[in-house]
């Protein structure tokens, strides 16, 4: 069975200032791991993805994560913050390419001006 | 760029009564999801469908839950008689066979009174 955990249900930052949240994950085999992003009254848009290559993972809006097997973790960070980015961020896990995915908690971020 | 569309966005019902959820994947997508979020809660995948049939399925998805793709470009998900526990937001996703990712629509928050 997969789990994830996001630590911080809200984080808040000033604008300018680096974006960090948290994501842990417990898997039995090799996972894919992705970030989403949701912002009011619509979907769940895809940020970024680890499956398998390179190990730190570049995807929109200047966010990045770095998957550390050694620490079973996949923290979403972006160096600067913009208002733009106050939404709810899920950190998933799939056991393989297409399978089911299991989400955390989500962690709703605040940008302040 | 292509979306996942849902119908409706809200829906209100009276315990006992049947719902139906209707999505339009991405057209060239072949595998179909449904998640659902009651509020608080985690996103939790409900059932994934693929050539016509389920190909996995969770708990939550028991016999009052069906889903079908009654003519090739809607897919939709049916709860028989919808219980109070059912109110949440529920999400289609689909994705092509060619990559991971799993393309969310914007939900159907359901009200079950």
């Known amino acids: 069975a997969q789990s994830v955990t996001q630590l911080g249900s809200h984080v808040s930052v000033s604008e300018g200032a680096l974006v960090l949240l948290r994501c842990n994950y417990s898997?039995?085999?090799?996972?894919?791991l992705f970030w989403y992003v949701q912002y009011p009254n619509q979907g769940l848009q895809l940020l970024l993805k680890y499956t398998s290559a390179a190990t730190l993972v570049k995807g929109i809006n200047g966010f990045e994560a770095e998957f550390k097997k050694s620490e079973t973790s996949f923290h979403l960070t972006k160096p600067s913050a913009h208002m733009s980015d106050a939404a709810e961020y899920f950190c998933a896990v799939s056991d393989n390419a297409g399978n089911m995915l299991t989400f955390g908690g989500g962690t709703r971020l605040m940008v302040k001006p | 760029e292509p979306e996942v569309t849902q119908t409706p966005s809200h829906q209100v019902t009276q315990m006992g009564q049947e719902v139906i959820l209707r999505c339009v994947p991405i057209?060239?997508?072949?595998?179909f999801y449904w998640y659902r979020q009651i509020l608080g809660q985690k996103v939790e995948f409900l059932v994934s469908f693929y050539n016509n049939e389920i190909s996995e399925k969770s708990e939550i998805f028991d016999d009052q839950f069906s889903v079908e793709r009654p003519d090739g470009s809607n897919f939709t998900l049916k709860i028989r008689s919808t219980k109070l526990e059912d109110s949440a937001m529920y999400f289609c996703?689909?994705?092509?066979?060619?990559?991971?990712?799993?393309?969310f629509g914007p939900g159907t928050r359901l009200l079950v009174l």
């Open positions: 898997s039995s085999v090799p996972p894919y």
């Open positions: 996703a689909s994705r092509s066979g060619l990559q991971e990712t799993q393309y």
């Open positions: 057209s060239n997508h072949l595998y």
